[in-house]
């Protein structure tokens, strides 16, 4: 995992912009339940009215409510209010609101410094009372209207011009009554305290104004805090899904260059399959996991969290439910994770396993076919496949099984807060807005542990696949360029002649305990050939992937002009040597990219004249297209003489000091041999040419031909030479050439 968030790490910037709009994001996913509480208990409820303190009052209302004030309270709420037509009444709701008043002269409006907190205590009281006599004026059954205010208004108005009216007495029993109520009882007489504005408003004619300009302006807010939210979620998916693109790139560009730079041991370690999957099915599952950790692994937390303290500020008695519900969560998250963690671990290397068996198949197909071996190979893949899809079946199972409990659980928390909080609506100490805001928040609460929940079932594999990666990239080359100080001080300015000399090499493979070639010893002088000939699986290939440095030798060295090549840099070594291997490879394009593959300053005469060399003009020539005639992947599309002569022009085109032929000419006929040979050797006048070659007739004109047998020199020489002195090599003429040639190589070895 350290793994991954290491990747992240190098995006840092990014990464803190993603945090900063989830912020937002999680701003507005934990403030819309509260504006929703709003709409419903306000907005609906309470037809807009927020507050016990009225913006638009009635100057006979407001005489009455002050009556039961006291003369402090009296006096604040005078101050608070004003004229229709002042300067000072700045207040937008109240200044649109009088705009639709039948008589604007007989009312106040409320100041827009006013303190509508301290204001909402002072009207409580005295509009509970009001509210509760309108309701005793509309008779019983009846509730009460704006008829019935402007009776109790009347009959206050009257009895303030009785004798003996006293207004601290009235004061008096307010207190005393308010004192005799219980919690409950308060409780559910504070929201008559706005019906009485609303009372108030009805008889004004504004009540539906007051209830549409609270529900436009809260909804309002709520789309404008909805588009943020939406903004916010684009940018932060376009950034994650660049980052983690961002990272994947990076870590593909990093496996290949690593994977290119390795030796045939390294590659034999990983295996070319295993090489493959880590840099496909590894690298998007690493890109899958950044994408979901920027985007859920940041989100969660703040979501949970957020929701908490929402709840905890609430105060509600239902809280209990949310830690039973988070209790239960983690419970079925641990449950479940011990059964599917390890089978996590374990899928990518039966990815691997399948991708093997794969390839070989393809790339077998023919000789599976040929000895009718189609249902063993069958049986092998569909063994591999089924191995996997058992993994596969069971982590689906696991992780199919723990939604329906999710949703229980969710389903179930929901249930039970409508249940309780049901009964506490019942009772009046909560509201309908409120409970739906509580299960809204519950329910982020419990989602932010579904997506870690998500998140910790995609760790485990992301985990494993960065491990691979990371093998990948922090295995070192066993083939390396030597440091600086150990390269020759004027290889640079070195004229390269192309003369490679083998001193007492011994080799070898790596993992092997017995020599591949033991005290091989011997010069390839430019202007001559040497053949390499002998048994199959005598080292004759291994001796010129020391040349190539594709190995290194374990004992002796490997000279060019008397430079180490372990002392060379490989592209400089590698600049000199035209390298022909045993099976011809051919890449995806035309044959004019693929005969100039050996550098850029290739010429297109150069290309014809290797062409020529090769003998792969005339069927060239006889392409629709020539030398622009496409080549498939792998050369699929020509044969496998054409694939060869083309691998020869490629090398012969780049005009190497050093030519390397790895039994080059094995696909070709003797006629096409005999001509190409003889091409060549008017070409490679002036460079080192080394053959490896199973044929006698390839090597006879050889002015040098080294004899292999079990990894050694067993004869060294030109063919006459060793028709008389190497018994290996005689045995094999005989086993090639006529007697007519045999007896004609000793009469010109007796001359």
Known sequence: MTKIFKHLAKHWAACLVIIALLLVQAYGDLTLPDYTSKIVDTGIQQSGIADAVPEVVRDSTLQVLELLMTDADAAAVEAAYTQPGGTDNALSSATSLQKKLASPDTVRLLRADAD???????????????????????????????????????????????????????????????????????????????????????????SDAVQMNYLMQTGGQMLGLTLLMVAAAVLVGLLASRVAAAIARDLRRGVF???????????????????????????????????ILLRMVAYAPILGIGGIIHVAQAGSSLTWIIVLAVALLLALITVLMQFAMPKFRIM????????????????????IRAFSREQHEEARFDAANTDLMRTQLFTNRVMAAMMPFMTLIMNGTSLLIVWFGGKQIDAGTMQVGSMIAFITYTMQIVMSFLMLTMVAVMLPRAGVAADRIDEVLTTEPAIHDPVPEAIPADLNQHHWNGEVAFHHVNFTYPGSSEDALHDIDFVAKPGQTTAIIGSTGCGKTSLLHLITRFYDVTGGSVTVDGVDVRQMPQSTLRGLLGYVPQKGVLFSGTIDSNLKFGGENITDADVRTAARIAQAEEFISAKPEGYESPIAQGGTNVSGGQKQRLSIARAIAKHPKIYLFDDSFSALDYKTDVALRRALKAETGDATVIIVAQRISTVLHANQILVLEDGRIVGKGTHAQLMESCPAYQEIARSQLSNNCLLYTSDAADD
């Open 116 to 206: 509508r907190d301290t204001l909402a205590e002072v009207f409580s009281t005295p509009d509970i009372v009001l509210y509760l006599a309108s309701a005793q004026a509309a008779g019983e059954g009846n509730a009460p209207d704006a008829a019935a205010l402007d009776t109790v208004t009347a009959q206050f108005a009257a009895m303030t011009q009785m004798p003996g009216f006293s207004r601290d007495a009235v004061q008096a029993q307010l207190a005393a009554a308010m004192g005799q109520a219980g919690e409950s009882e308060l409780s559910g007489l504070s929201a008559q305290a706005v019906l009485l504005v609303g009372l108030e408003y009805q008889a004004l004619g504004i």
């Open 257 to 291: 260059r690593r994977v290119v730079s390795f030796s045939a041991s390294e590659t034999d370690k990983f295996s070319t399959a295993s090489l493959i999957t880590r840099t496909t099915n590894d690298v998007q599952q690493i890109q899958m996991t950044c994408v």
């Open 348 to 367: 990518q290397k039966l990815v691997d396993r399948l991708n093997l068996v794969s390839r070989e198949i393809l790339t077998g197909i023919m000789p």
